[in-house]
């Protein structure tokens, strides 16, 4: 998967992870969720990403953009299309969840991540 740069829309909230090899990176986060080693992440087939705890289970969806030139990985937060917003809540369990998978599986692949609390790319909601 790469950075779309078409797909550049009004976004509020991400997580940027600052590496070497986003698109390697991004591989090995799907290799991590595709065997059910991501406690309890699932990916879709369009590629997005949704934590699917019985209590958040496809409440909002992250979408991962590459960013070449920045060396940066971003997940973008999606609300669900009938959600008016996401609650903050929400963000922080998407958010949180998303950083302690990063950390217990790929610290060794990026140099930080960061969580924004302000509209950045790649969010949508």
Known sequence: MTA?????????????I?????????????????????????RTDDGRITYGSLLWKNEAFFKPQIWVD?????FGL?????RKHITSR???AFHSKMIEMLLNHFDRDFRSVT?????????VF
């Open 90 to 92: 929400l963000y922080t």
């Open 115 to 123: 969580a924004t609390a302000a509209k950045a790319e790649p969010d």
């Open 78 to 82: 999606l609300k669900r299309k009938d």
């Open 70 to 74: 920045e060396n940066q990985l971003r």
């Open 18 to 42: 600052h590496t070497d090899q986003p698109d390697l990176l991004l591989d090995r986060i799907y290799e991590l969720i595709d065997s059910k080693k991501a406690d309890k992440w699932v």
């Open 4 to 16: 779309t740069e078409t797909d550049n829309k009004s976004f509020e909230m991400a997580i940027i």
